[in-house]
Structure formats: structure tokens, C-alpha cells
């Protein structure tokens, strides 16, 4: 058997990794400044993270959703804390995605709608709903296009109004900061027009947080960064630094029932044990408020470098636009200067997701590296 070859691969094989440093076989060192596509949020192999799922491992590594799970408790007390959503109720699952079809569902469920409306350039993920609502066509197939969905552009407050009218639209979805799509950020006008179209036509108001949240901008959500209530708000990557974990957070008033979600592995002990100890230590290193200084400084450097003509993002979540493609120059970073960097749909952008315990000497590296390049 052989794996069924979707990913094109570097030719770099990883055997060991600490904070922001990735080792491969050969004991080459690398900046890591992608985290595995924002997923590394506390670091490689932190400590305290490992003895923790350590000590869980030795205690009890899984049972189903039949039995009562303290640590699930514990983990949406900690949420509620650190995100100042105390009265938000927590649906916990596996991966992106299935984030983003739970929402969906819920949302349907409580609208008893079925149209999304959602953004151009925006990504959910690749299953059902969640490639539909993405504008990714070529990554949908005759099934996922099944589903009804209706995509405006950002800012496009007159396409939104009129995609009301039908009347039939369960929820709008939106990324604060587009990841995959290249880091546009919605206006604070127009997510509160967004959220107004939804409480006026009963639909409701999806913020999908799975790679600009756990703590990535600064505050724990980005959407925080701007005055509006989400119904929804869908997390992962982060939030377990490479455990698989995700999650749906649902406004208070939105009813339970036994049977309307559920998930085999979903919210396990491992899986619940890895989230909390990720807010631990985001909150006990400080590392949401060490990150304007961060984002400062990587503006800082990035003014020096002539082809660089837009820095894009926020906090740790970060693009540097250039006035050519960047394929290339992603490529020598990688093999030549031994940094991890991101690409995105807009093909002239670097993208930058480190680890949050990243310091000013690492991005430093980056922009001499860049110097030497460009
Ligand atoms: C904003 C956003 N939503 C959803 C997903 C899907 O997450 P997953 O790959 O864990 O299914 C991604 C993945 O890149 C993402 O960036």
C-alpha cells in the first residue's frame, strides 16, 4: 500500500522538534515560521504540554461521549476564561472541518434554513459543506456542490443585502482574516452590517476562528478585535498544538438535544487535557501580550525591504506582499536559509504563522535572510 499521493511534498523529512526549530534527518536546524500551518501555538514539544499528555496517557487516554468527562468541563471553563466567553456552550470534535460542518448544522437546525451565504477567497476546509461554502471550486466535487450557497466579496454591502432577500440564508460564514485565501481582514463596518443582515433576517452569524484564534492576533479571537457577537465561532489547529482538536462554540441560547451532534473520538480525555494545557501556558508565558510587539517589529524590518509593497494580517497571523511571486523565493528560504514560510491563493504572498513564543532575533533571521534574496 502506498498513501494516496493529494500533497505535494518538500524534499525535507522532520525527525525532531523543539519550540520554534525543526530537526530532519540529516540534523539540519529550521526556523520554523509556518507552525505546520498555524497549528504550533505553544511551541514544539513544550515541556509542561508533553508532561501533561504524558501524565493523561498514563491515566486515560480515551472513552466515549457515553460517560461523564470531567476534563471536558474543565476545558470549556477554561475557554469561557481565557476568551471572556463564559456563556458561550462547547461542541468539541476532531479536525477544522468538522467544525465548520457542525456550525453549519446547528445553524440549519436552528433556522430550519439551509442557504450559507459566505465569502469569495474564503476556505472552511475540505469536506461536505465546508468546500462548499469555500471558494475553492476545483476542490469540490459534484457532491459538495449540492449544497445551496451564496458567495459575495468582502466589503460588497449591496450583493449581502440583496443575498437576503431570498429569504431562505441559515448563516453567514466568515474567516475575521482570510488564511488560505491571502489575509484580506473584513472592515469593522461591514462585519457589524454582516452581523445586523443576520439578526434582521433570523440567520445566524458563523466566525470561523480555526486559524486566526487561540490567541494568534493578540486576543483570543480576532472577531474580538471588533464589536460584534458571533452565534458560532468555530476553532482548532492552535488550540491543541498538533493534538487533533477542534471545536464549535454556540451562543447560550441555542438548544440542546441528545442525538443533534455527536462524534466518536470528539472531546476524549487526551484531546481535552491537550486544549487545557495550551491555555496554561499561553496564559502563564503571556504570550497574547507579547504579540503587538512582535507584529510591531516584523512591520518594522519589513519597511526595509524595497519589494515588499503591503504587510498583510495581524499579530502572528502575517503575509509580506511582494511585487513578484514569491514561489521562488519561499523555495531558497526553505532549502538555502532552512526557514519554513507559508504560501496562499494570492501567489505574490509569503505567508508567516509561527509559533507564538517566536522572539524579535527570529524574525530578524527572517528579514536577513530576505536581504540576501531580494
Ligand atoms: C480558516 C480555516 N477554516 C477551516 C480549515 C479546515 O481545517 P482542517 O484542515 O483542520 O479541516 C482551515 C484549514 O486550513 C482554515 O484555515
Redesign the pocket.
Known amino acids: 500500500m502506498k498513501p494516496f499521493d493529494v500533497y505535494p511534498l518538500f524534499d525535507i523529512n522532520p525527525i525532531y522538534a523543539k519550540d520554534v526549530w525543526i530537526y530532519d534527518a540529516q540534523g539540519n536546524q529550521y526556523l520554523d515560521l509556518y507552525g505546520g500551518?498555524?497549528v504550533i501555538s505553544i511551541g514544539h514539544n513544550h515541556p509542561e504540554f508533553l508532561k501533561a499528555l504524558k501524565h493523561q496517557l498514563d491515566q486515560l487516554m480515551f472513552y466515549s461521549n457515553s460517560v461523564i468527562n470531567n476534563l471536558q468541563t474543565d476545558y470549556a471553563d477554561a475557554l469561557g476564561d481565557i476568551s471572556n466567553l463564559p456563556d458561550y456552550q462547547l461542541f468539541l470534535c476532531n479536525?477544522?472541518?468538522?467544525?465548520?460542518e457542525n456550525a453549519l448544522k446547528i445553524a440549519s437546525f436552528h433556522t430550519n434554513k439551509k442557504r450559507v451565504l459566505s465569502f469569495k477567497n474564503?476556505?472552511?476546509?475540505?469536506?461536505s459543506a465546508?468546500i462548499a461554502v469555500s471558494d475553492y471550486d476545483s476542490m469540490a466535487s459534484p457532491l459538495n456542490r449540492q449544497h445551496l450557497v451564496t458567495k459575495v466579496a468582502l466589503e460588497d454591502y449591496k450583493s449581502l443585502e440583496k443575498a437576503f432577500k431570498s429569504n431562505d440564508i441559515a448563516a453567514v460564514i466568515i474567516?475575521p482574516i482570510?488564511?488560505?485565501g491571502g489575509l484580506d481582514q473584513v472592515s469593522a463596518p461591514f462585519f457589524k452590517f454582516i452581523e445586523f443582515q443576520c439578526r434582521l433576517n433570523h440567520s445566524c452569524l458563523i466566525v470561523?476562528?480555526?486559524?486566526?484564534g487561540s490567541g494568534r492576533t493578540g486576543k483570543y479571537f480576532a472577531f474580538q478585535h471588533h464589536e460584534v457577537k458571533p452565534d458560532l465561532i468555530?476553532m482548532?489547529?492552535g488550540i491543541g498544538n498538533g493534538y487533533p482538536l477542534?471545536g464549535v462554540l454556540i451562543d447560550k441560547d441555542f438548544e440542546s438535544k441528545h442525538g443533534l451532534l455527536g462524534t466518536t473520538f470528539g472531546g476524549n480525555h487526551l484531546a481535552n487535557k491537550a486544549g487545557i494545557s495550551v491555555i496554561e501556558i499561553l496564559k502563564k508565558q503571556r504570550l497574547m501580550q507579547k504579540i503587538p510587539a512582535l507584529e510591531h517589529h516584523f512591520r518594522d524590518c519589513a519597511s526595509n525591504v524595497s519589494s515588499v509593497i503591503k504587510v498583510k494580517g495581524k499579530g502572528l497571523m502575517l503575509g509580506l506582499e511582494f511585487d513578484l511571486e514569491i514561489s521562488k523565493i519561499r523555495k531558497k528560504l526553505l532549502y538555502d536559509f532552512k526557514i519554513f514560510t507559508g504560501g496562499s491563493a494570492n501567489k505574490r504572498l509569503l505567508r508567516i504563522l509561527p509559533p507564538l513564543t517566536i522572539k524579535k532575533q527570529h524574525i530578524d533571521k527572517l528579514f536577513n535572510a530576505l536581504e540576501r534574496i531580494t
Request: charged share 20%; aromatic share 4%.
Open positions: 500551518h498555524a479536525s477544522g472541518a468538522e467544525a465548520i474564503g476556505f472552511h476546509g475540505r469536506t465546508a474567516e482570510q488564511g488560505v470561523d476562528e480555526i486559524q486566526s468555530t482548532a489547529k477542534a
